[in-house]
C-alpha cells in the first residue's frame, strides 16, 4: 500500500503542482480572452436560462433524453458534493485561508472552460439509434480532432475516475460524518447509500435526472440558509476572515505555536486542486450529461454550465470557508498543538459546532448524505457512459459498471480518508490534461459557435455533426 501511495503522490506533484495549475488556471485564461470573457458578458443570460420556458424554439424532444434543467441539475449533482464541505476543509486546513481565494480564481476562469467544455459536448454529441445519447470529450475529441485513441484514453481514465472522485470520496465522508453527528456505524450508511444508489441508477440518465432535478436545489437552498444563519451569529468576524482568504493568498501564513506556515505555493496546489475537485472545471465530467439535453442551440447549454460553477464554488464553498474562518476553530495556538489537527469532514464538523453548538454535527452529516448521494448518481452515468465508448452499447456493460459502482459505495465508506483523497487527485489528474488539450485546440471552433455565425448556421451545423456529416 505504501509503494501505491507514493506512486500516486508522485503523479500528483505533477498534475497539482506547477504544470497542473498552469494548464488548468492557463487554460481557463486562455479561453476567456479567445472568447472574449464569455463568462462575464453571459453571466445574466446563464440566470435568464434557469426560468425560460423548454419551448419548441429551446429545445427538440426527440433528440435528447432530459430537459436542459434537469441536465444542469445532474451535472450539479456531481459538483456540489463533500468536496463543499471536506474539500474546502482539506485546502484551509493544508494550504491556509489563501487556498479559498485561488479556489476563487479557478471558479472564475473555471465558469469559461465548463461553458467551453459543455458547448463542444453539446455540439460534437451523437444520438444513437435508440435515442440515447452519447457525448463528452471523448466525442469531441474523435469528431472535432480526429484523436480517438486520446479520447480512448479519457474515457479510461473517466471511467476509473468515476468510483473515486464520484464515489469512494462521497461515500467515505458521509459515513464519517453520520457515525461523527449521529453514531451511526460507517457500514450502516455504506449499505444504505449503496441500497438508495442503486435504486436510481438502474433507470438510467432518465431516473438519475428528475431526482437530481427535485433533489439538488432543495439540499443547496436548505444549506446556504443554514450557513448563513452560523455567519449571521459571527458576522464581526466576516471581515477578518476575508481578510485573511487575501492576505495569505499572496504572503506565507505567519508560524503559530510552532507550526512552519503555509507557503504561497502550498496556497495555490490546495486551492487549484480542492477547486477543480468541486466545480470539475476541465475534468471534462459534465459535458457528458449536458451533452444528454433536449437543448436545440450548444450556447444555452454553455449559459448553464457558468451558472453550474458559480452556485458550486463562489457560494456553496465560500460559504463553508467563511464558517470555518469566523469559527475561531481554525488556526488557533490549540487547533495546531493538536496531532493530528483537524481536517476534512472533521474541521468543518468543529466550526460549525462550534458556532450552533450541539446541531452542528447532525447538520453537516445531513448535507454530507445528501451532497453525496447526490454526487454518486450523476458520476455513475458519468463513469458508465466512458466504458461504454470504449467498450461498445452493451446492456450487460451497463449493468455490471453499475453493479461495481454499488459495491465500491460500501467499500468506499470503510476506508481511510488519506488513501480515498489520494486517490481522487490522481484520477482527476489524469482525466484533465486529454480534455484540456481539446479545450485549447477547439477554440476556433468554439469562437465560430459563440462570435462566427447566426442562429440558424449554429443548428444546421449542429444537426450535421450529429449526423456525421
Known amino acids: ?134 457525448g463528452g470529450p471523448m466525442y469531441y475529441l474523435t469528431k472535432g480532432l480526429n484523436l480517438k485513441w486520446l479520447g480512448w484514453i479519457f474515457a479510461l481514465f473517466a471511467a476509473i475516475a468515476a468510483p473515486g472522485i464520484g464515489l469512494m470520496v462521497q461515500s467515505n465522508s458521509s459515513a464519517f460524518a453520520l457515525e461523527f453527528g449521529f453514531g451511526i456505524p460507517r457500514l450502516a ?122 452556485l458550486d464554488t463562489i457560494v456553496v464553498c465560500t460559504m463553508t470557508a467563511l464558517v470555518i474562518l469566523t469559527s475561531g476553530v481554525f488556526g488557533t495556538a490549540a487547533y495546531f498543538a493538536t496531532e493530528p489537527f483537524l481536517t476534512s469532514t472533521p474541521l468543518t464538523i468543529a466550526a460549525y459546532s462550534a458556532t450552533i453548538g450541539g446541531l452542528g454535527a447532525p447538520l453537516v452529516a445531513v448535507a454530507s448524505f445528501l451532497f453525496g448521494f447526490s454526487t454518486m448518481l450523476t458520476w455513475s452515468y458519468y463513469g458508465e457512459r466512458s466504458l461504454c465508448f470504449i467498450t461498445g452499447e452493451r446492456r450487460v456493460i451497463h449493468l455490471a459498471y453499475r453493479s461495481l459502482f454499488v459495491v465500491l459505495c460500501v467499500w468506499g465508506a470503510l476506508q481511510q480518508i488519506a488513501f480515498v483523497w489520494l486517490f481522487t487527485d490522481t484520477t482527476n489528474g489524469l482525466m484533465l490534461l486529454p480534455n484540456m488539450i481539446a479545450l485549447v485546440l477547439l477554440a476556433g471552433t468554439l469562437f465560430k459557435l459563440t462570435k462566427g455565425w447566426g442562429k440558424e448556421d449554429i443548428l444546421r451545423r449542429v444537426e450535421q455533426v450529429e449526423k456525421g456529416e
Not at 447549454?301 to 451558472?307: A, C, N, S, V
Request: with cysteine; proline share 4%; hydrophobic share 55%.
Open 1 to 134: 500500500m505504501e509503494v501505491i501511495m507514493g506512486a500516486m503522490d508522485w503523479v500528483n506533484g505533477i498534475a497539482w503542482g506547477w504544470p497542473g495549475m498552469i494548464v488548468v488556471v492557463g487554460g481557463g485564461l486562455y479561453l476567456t480572452i479567445r472568447l472574449a470573457g464569455f463568462q462575464f458578458v453571459n453571466f445574466g443570460r446563464a440566470f435568464k436560462m434557469l426560468k425560460r420556458r423548454a419551448t419548441p424554439d429551446i429545445v427538440d424532444t426527440t433528440k435528447g433524453q432530459i430537459t436542459p434543467l434537469q441536465s444542469l441539475w445532474a451535472a450539479t449533482a456531481a459538483t456540489v458534493g463533500n468536496g463543499n464541505l471536506a474539500g474546502v476543509a482539506t485546502a484551509i486546513a493544508m494550504g491556509g485561508p489563501g487556498a479559498v481565494f485561488w479556489m476563487w480564481i479557478t471558479a472564475l476562469v473555471g465558469m469559461a472552460t465548463k461553458s467551453a467544455e459543455v458547448m463542444l459536448g453539446r455540439h460534437f454529441r451523437t444520438v444513437n439509434p435508440d435515442g440515447s445519447i452519447s
Open 189 to 310: 450508511t455504506g449499505l444504505v447509500m449503496a441500497i438508495a444508489l442503486g435504486l436510481v441508477i438502474i433507470g438510467g440518465i432518465k431516473i438519475i435526472g428528475r431526482v437530481t432535478e427535485a433533489l439538488v436545489p432543495f439540499m443547496c437552498v436548505i444549506y446556504i440558509l443554514a450557513a448563513l444563519v452560523v455567519l449571521a451569529i459571527n458576522v464581526v468576524d466576516i471581515p477578518s476572515a476575508l481578510g485573511s482568504i487575501f492576505q495569505y493568498a499572496f504572503t506565507p501564513t505567519a508560524p503559530i505555536a510552532g507550526f512552519l506556515g503555509y507557503a504561497v505555493a502550498q496556497s495555490m496546489r490546495f486551492g487549484v486542486a480542492r477547486g477543480i475537485f468541486s466545480n470539475e472545471a476541465g475534468l471534462g465530467s459534465a459535458p457528458i450529461v449536458h451533452a444528454a439535453s433536449t437543448i436545440k442551440n450548444p450556447i444555452h447549454q454553455g449559459y448553464l454550465g457558468i451558472f453550474e460553477v458559480f
